[in-house]
């Protein structure tokens, strides 16, 4: 009998004690945003080299207060402004020469966000705040420098992450920009860089 | 006619050992049942539920019959009369089984036989008092108990005083008694710890399908535990549970925790914190798949009253107007869990709802396809999981 009070026990304890652990990656760099200046630029200056000795370079972020992408108050536009340079290119390699946009993914909660150029007509994206939102360049010159911004739609306050990865391999840079700090997994905890945001960054 | 009795049978008291195998054997019989019960339901492939509500009835019955027997054999354990000659010498009283009640037989209407360990009243009429105590007659019936169950002195004597009043014809004759050590009573014991630790293991086996091996993302171990309405293939109706496995064929759900809280309007809003694992790279998890609802009959009714997860939800914490982080949105790509980042399938987010009846329960709801009809198309997710919480026992963020 005691064995088999043993034996309930044991296989009640494995239901009950087995649970879900996130990890978390640990590896990325850091370059977040704060509270105080959320809809400032915020400076990176990461390079890589892609194929054909292209030069990809992210030269910051910022997110815009105005315009909204959606009909959504609270999504807000992440701008990504990039440069493409051309110094290292011989001429035959710029003849076949071509970038699109996927040098660098945004995350917002581990999920791809979406493009603004899905939602914006090319005239509008055209007009300030906006220069060079692309989806890809083509007919590149050597010896140039091209501007390349790419606009996501994002929610700051939630785990924003970009993956700048030129060689559109698996071994891309990962650039954490907010990574929530929070004890219920609900709302921000008081440390949290953007625990303000409810009152400043609306 | 008067009820007063001599040579009187009284019922042997049962002894210990086959008490205890008499409870075995209950054990025993819950926990097949309960197996096949749970088994039968993961089987079922109708949308009516029909089986399992049979199913459930047998369980019932069985179980109602099991604990009846014990209560009758706990009774006739307590020293009662089993039989006994009228003190008038012209009949013989009866305890007839269903209501413990005394019959009276005349001995001119009554056949007594021994066969194979029993000992049968045959009888064409038979007299009772009712609870009114008034007298009324049975036709054309019979009692059987177990020689055995009945004390052999008293029997013994009780055939002597029968046989003297009777005429030759009806005359009985006592049988030899049963050899002791019949292969039963010898390993009875053994027998009896037998059927209780089967029994056990069993209703094991359906506890543990009500856990739903938490943690394990094997569809054949989901809960199918009926909160009342009904469980089918397609559609799943639970108690919703914390740090469980909800499985479907595209998915593991996991809620890790609940929350109630209000809006900057005061409205009142429930935050599940859910973690999503794909099994498919391509699975792609619709927001609109998502529904609360108070309305019981939600399978019948569809999602008519029903309604879909709300947008970036900012709440009242400390006094402060706070976001909800990682909330899923109605925005394209935030849905899927299988997202091409390398390292894991899964992500964890915040589903709010409105809820706009938080005195009742209401249903946490996951459904690929409407839940008035059957999934449609091979690609729909299933089942659907319908799971029940009372918004007041979560806890309240303010």
């Not at chain 1, 992210?58 to 609270?74: T, V």
């Not at chain 1, 909660?109 to 007509?121: G, K, L, M, P």
């Not at chain 2, 209401?362 to 799971?387: V, W």
Request: aromatic fraction near 12%; include cysteine; charge should be neutral.
């Amino acid at each position: 009998m005691k064995r088999i009070c043993y034996l309930l026990s044991a296989v009640l304890m494995m239901f009950f004690s087995i649970g879900s652990i996130d990890a978390t990656d640990v590896s990325s760099s850091q370059s977040q945003v704060n509270n105080n200046d959320i809809y400032a630029f915020h400076p990176l200056n990461k390079v890589k080299f892609g194929d054909e000795s292209i030069e990809f370079k992210i030269l910051g972020y910022q997110y815009l207060k105005d315009p909204l992408p959606s009909s959504n108050d609270h999504a807000r536009i992440l701008l990504v402004k990039c440069q493409i340079n051309t110094d290292d290119l011989d001429s035959d390699e710029a003849k076949y020469a071509y970038v699109s946009n996927d040098f660098l993914k945004v995350y917002d909660n581990n999920s791809e966000a979406t493009r603004i150029n899905v939602e914006f007509s090319k005239k509008r994206l055209q007009r300030p705040p906006f220069n060079y939102v692309r989806d890809s360049l083509s007919h590149i010159s050597e010896n140039k420098t091209y501007e390349f911004d790419i606009c996501s739609i994002v929610y700051p306050y939630d785990d924003i992450e970009l993956k700048f990865a030129p060689n559109d391999g698996s071994n891309g840079e990962k650039i954490k920009i907010h990574q929530v700090k929070s004890s219920n997994g609900v709302v921000m905890d008081s440390q949290d860089v953007l625990a303000n945001y409810g009152q400043e960054g609306k | 006619m008067k009820r007063e009795y001599q040579s009187v049978v009284h019922y042997e008291k049962e002894n210990k050992s086959t008490l205890a195998l008499g409870i075995s054997i209950f054990v025993f019989v819950l926990g097949l049942v309960s197996a096949l019960v749970e088994m039968q339901i993961k089987w079922v492939d109708s949308y009516q539920g029909w089986y399992s509500r049979c199913l459930g009835i047998c369980v019932m019955i069985t179980v109602f019959f099991t604990i009846w027997g014990l209560a009758c054999s706990y009774k006739k354990s307590q020293n009662a009369i089993a039989f006994a000659i009228d003190s008038n010498d012209q009949g013989v009283w009866i305890n007839s089984g269903w209501q413990s009640r005394m019959i009276y037989v005349p001995f001119s209407m009554l056949e007594i036989k021994f066969t194979h360990g029993m000992i049968t009243f045959k009888y064409q009429k038979a007299f009772f008092y009712n609870k009114k105590s008034k007298l009324r007659m049975r036709s054309l019936g019979n009692e059987s108990l177990r020689v055995t169950a009945v004390n052999r002195n008293e029997l013994r004597n009780f055939v002597a005083q029968f046989n003297q009043l009777t005429s030759h014809d009806k005359n009985i004759k006592l049988p030899q008694k049963a050899k002791a050590t019949s292969v039963l009573v010898k390993y009875e014991p053994m027998f009896g710890k037998g059927l209780l630790f089967t029994g056990l293991i069993l209703m094991l086996t359906l506890i543990c399908g009500l856990g739903s091996g938490s943690g394990s993302s094997d569809d054949s171990n989901h809960d199918t535990s009926d909160t009342g309405t009904r469980s089918t293939e397609y559609i799943k109706y639970n108690d919703l549970k914390f740090n469980k496995v909800y499985a479907t064929k595209k998915f593991n759900f996991v809620i890790n925790k609940g929350y109630r809280a209000k809006t900057a309007q005061n409205k009142q809003v429930v935050i599940f914190n859910v973690t999503v694992s794909a099994k498919n790279k391509y699975d792609y998890l619709d927001k609109d798949d998502f529904y609360i609802t108070t309305d019981k009959d939600i399978i019948s009714d569809g999602t008519d009253y029903a309604h879909n997860p709300m947008n970036s939800t900012f709440i009242m914490v400390g006094g402060k107007e706070t976001p909800v982080v990682n909330q899923m949105n109605d925005d394209q790509n935030y849905c899927d869990p299988a997202f091409e980042s390398e390292g894991t399938n899964k992500k964890t987010m915040n589903i709010v709802f409105n809820l706009s009846e938080p005195k009742k329960s209401n249903y946490f709801i996951y459904s690929a396809f409407n839940l008035d009809s059957e999934p449609n198309d091979k690609d729909d997710d299933r089942p659907s999981y319908i799971l029940k919480f009372d918004p007041q026992k979560l806890e309240a963020l303010q």
